[in-house]
Nanobody, 115 residues
Framework: QVQLVESGGGVVQAGGSLRLSCAASGFTFSSYAMKWYRQAPGREREWVASISSAGTGTDYTKSVKGRFLISRDNVKDTVYLQMNTLKPEDTAVYYC????????WGQGTQVTVSS
């Protein structure tokens, strides 16, 4: 059974940091690129960051570039999103997504940044 389980969300003050984790199981994690998306209330889901299957390539949406860092551990089958200098506009439910032969989604974790 395929599972992507996000954790690490919470409430943080503006300027603070959080580290999200997404633990994968049920598929060959190292063969899949991994992405983080987020969805704020009343808005469409938006792509945040991507990392290649081997972890050698990363990309970020403009609004988080220089503040967020995506990484992965292909031994632990886990992808991370280190979020620094958080802003209230980063408030959203964050989802991890595996893309490859198939596409898999996690259930999401809430991140709330207070001003």
């Amino acid at each position: 059974q395929v599972q992507l389980v996000e954790s690490g969300g919470g409430v943080v003050q503006a300027g603070g940091s959080l580290r999200l984790s997404c633990a994968a199981s049920g598929f060959t994690f190292s063969s899949y690129a991994m992405k983080w998306y987020r969805q704020a209330p009343g808005r469409e889901r938006e792509w945040v960051a991507s990392i290649s299957s081997a972890g050698t390539g990363t990309d970020y949406t403009k609004s988080v570039k220089g503040r967020f860092l995506i990484s992965r551990d292909n031994v632990k089958d886990t992808v991370y999103l280190q979020m620094n200098t958080l802003k209230p506009e980063d408030t959203a439910v964050y989802y991890c997504c595996a893309t490859g032969t198939y596409t898999y989604w996690g259930q999401g974790t809430q991140v709330t940044v207070s001003s």
